[in-house]
């Protein structure tokens, strides 16, 4: 296991101010593009993710100032303690075990917990000690209707409700719903997606559907295969807004069906 070469000084300082703030909203406001000019490094679980070796990247990450490091939920073990930021949800976690974090004090977790189990949710993360710096409601039903989450109305500047109403909508993946959104308000306008695969429409050479999950997890469940469709769909109304908005969004993987629009990266090298 690597450790952070290089500590996480500049994150580990955020968060102790942010700590001493009494609110969440505070907490927002005060990371208002704290990390801008910087390329948000964002891993989602994906089969893709055991292409690479895991060491290599973490050196990468630690080294590399210039990037800041955003997993999602299950793709925390690549990057461990050179994540500048950890995204989570309580769906398909395990919700009894907190996760042991490598290095905790240089790593913002940030939790999306559903508005309409929001007291319930908080209450898992309160009661089981999962560590939590900052939290938001995701609106689902009965606010929205499945046809409105953004992978379905590809209403991409709903992004912007996490700075505006301390909120973010239903979208899937979680890129969707939280990541981007977060990324985008720390102020980054430089994308690296490491995982975007989909768990049903991917290429890989193992035929796997999922980083480090049983794939029977999401191939017994048939309503994966039509939402994901959606997502793909989705992506290249993500391409043309990202364009719009001068949005430079590449991915690492070479076995996903995400609009071949965006650039390719070939190797960890090129991050």
Same mark, same amino acid.
């Given at each position: 296991? *690597?450790?952070?070469? &290089?500590?996480?000084?500049?994150?580990?300082?955020?968060?102790?101010?942010?700590?001493?703030?009494?609110?969440?909203?505070?907490?927002?406001?005060?990371?208002?593009?704290?990390?801008? /000019?910087?390329?948000?490094?964002?891993?989602?679980?994906?089969?893709?993710?055991?292409?690479?070796? @895991?060491?290599?990247?973490?050196?990468?990450?630690?080294?590399?100032?210039?990037? *800041? !490091?955003?997993?999602?939920?299950?793709?925390?073990?690549?990057?461990? /303690?050179?994540?500048? =930021?950890?995204?989570?949800?309580?769906?398909?976690?395990?919700?009894?075990?907190?996760?042991?974090? %490598?290095?905790?004090?240089?790593? !913002?977790?940030?939790?999306?917990?559903?508005?309409? =189990? +929001?007291?319930? @949710?908080?209450?898992?993360?309160?009661?089981?000690?999962?560590?939590?710096?900052?939290? *938001?409601?995701?609106?689902?039903?009965?606010? !929205?209707?499945?046809? +409105?989450?953004? @992978?379905?109305?590809?209403?991409?500047?709903? =992004?912007?409700?996490?700075?505006?109403?301390?909120?973010?909508?239903? /979208?899937?993946?979680?890129?969707?719903?939280?990541? #981007?959104?977060?990324?985008?308000?720390?102020?980054? $306008?430089?994308? !690296?997606?490491?995982?975007?695969?989909?768990?049903? =429409?991917?290429?890989?050479?193992?035929?796997?559907?999922?980083?480090?999950?049983?794939?029977?997890?999401?191939?017994? +469940?048939?309503?994966?295969?039509?939402?994901? *469709?959606? &997502? #793909?769909?989705?992506?290249? $109304?993500?391409?043309?807004?990202?364009?719009?908005?001068? #949005?430079?969004?590449?991915?690492?993987?070479? &076995?996903?069906?995400?609009?071949?629009?965006? %650039?390719?990266?070939?190797?960890? $090298?090129? #991050?």
């Amino acid at each position: 296991m *690597v450790k952070n070469i &290089i500590m996480k000084k500049y994150t580990a300082e955020l968060k102790k101010e942010i700590i001493k703030l009494d609110s969440c909203e505070e907490r927002i406001d005060f990371l208002k593009d704290k990390y801008k /000019g910087k390329t948000a490094v964002i891993t989602l679980p994906g089969p893709s993710l055991n292409d690479y070796d @895991h060491n290599e990247l973490r050196k990468i990450f630690s080294n590399r100032e210039d990037l *800041v !490091i955003i997993p999602n939920k299950g793709s925390y073990d690549l990057s461990l /303690g050179t994540s500048d =930021f950890h995204v989570m949800n309580p769906w398909n976690i395990n919700k009894k075990v907190p996760l042991n974090y %490598e290095n905790p004090e240089n790593t !913002i977790v940030f939790w999306n917990v559903t508005a309409a =189990f +929001q007291d319930n @949710h908080l209450e898992m993360i309160s009661n089981n000690n999962h560590l939590c710096d900052i939290w *938001v409601p995701c609106y689902t039903e009965p606010w !929205i209707k499945k046809e +409105q989450c953004i @992978h379905n109305t590809c209403n991409f500047e709903q =992004f912007w409700l996490l700075g505006k109403e301390y909120k973010t909508i239903w /979208g899937t993946p979680i890129l969707y719903s939280t990541a #981007i959104p977060l990324a985008l308000h720390l102020g980054c $306008k430089d994308f !690296i997606i490491m995982g975007w695969d989909t768990h049903m =429409f991917n290429k890989h050479k193992d035929k796997k559907a999922h980083y480090n999950q049983p794939d029977n997890d999401f191939k017994s +469940q048939p309503w994966i295969k039509e939402e994901e *469709v959606k &997502i #793909i769909e989705s992506s290249y $109304k993500l391409y043309d807004w990202c364009a719009i908005n001068n #949005i430079n969004m590449k991915l690492l993987t070479d &076995i996903s069906p995400i609009d071949n629009r965006f %650039e390719r990266l070939k190797s960890i $090298k090129d #991050i």
